[in-house]
């Protein structure tokens, strides 16, 4: 079993930044993608940004030139630096990673999700 641990999330004013942190922990091999989406009420989950195994970004338009995508294999981790937010992107914030597990199965594996309140 793999198991993935948001951290991070809170109340932030407008214009102001919160870094988002999420820890894998159980029997994985190694990682394929890595990615964070969020989830605002009454909406439907949406991509945020990816990065792949060569640490290449992709964003969603909504969040390019706010947010930053990087990931440390080493510790597991994958984090979303966000940086000029807005009241919009209040939504429940979660990660997602492909892992090849210790048997060799390739699986996703979600988190269960942090909340970012952008407000005043």
């Known amino acids: 079993q793999v198991q993935l641990v948001e951290s991070g999330g809170g109340l932030v004013q407008p214009g102001g930044s919160l870094r988002l942190s999420c820890a894998a922990s159980?029997?994985?091999?190694?990682?394929?993608?890595m990615g964070w989406y969020r989830q605002a009420p009454g909406k439907e989950r949406e991509l945020v940004a990816t990065?792949?195994?060569?640490?290449?970004?992709n964003y969603a338009d909504f969040v390019k030139g706010r947010f930053t995508i990087s990931r440390d294999n080493a510790k597991k981790s994958v984090y979303l630096q966000m940086n000029s937010l807005k009241p919009e992107d209040t939504a429940v914030y979660y990660c997602?990673?492909?892992?090849?597990?210790?048997?060799?199965?390739?699986?996703?594996?979600w988190g269960k999700g942090t909340l970012v309140t952008v407000s005043s």
């Open positions: 997602k990673m492909g892992v090849i597990t210790t048997d060799f199965y390739d699986m996703e594996y």
């Open positions: 159980g029997r994985i091999f190694s990682f394929n993608t």
């Open positions: 990065i792949g195994s060569g640490s290449s970004a």
